[in-house]
């Protein structure tokens, strides 16, 4: 492993919401999302809650 690469993390994730995840972020920006998460999640300093998309990207009948 590139010591600029961080290790594989596997999660579980259903199929439809991995996909929606992916259309409201970006699927090249689902980890940076996640990581995003995770670092406001533990206190770290100065992170910040990941920004949700606009109501209107939201799939019809989500609320």
Do not use: C, Y
């Not at 579980?12 to 259309?23: C, K, T």
């Not at 999302?33 to 009948?61: D, H, M, S, T």
């Amino acid at each position: 492993m590139k010591d600029t690469h961080t290790p594989h993390r596997p999660i579980r994730v259903e199929d439809d919401l991995w996909e929606e995840f992916g259309r409201l972020v970006g699927p090249r920006n689902r980890s940076a999302v996640i990581r995003e998460f995770i670092r406001w999640f533990v206190r770290e300093r100065g992170a910040k809650l990941p920004e949700r998309p606009p109501r209107q990207e939201l799939a019809a009948g989500e609320s």
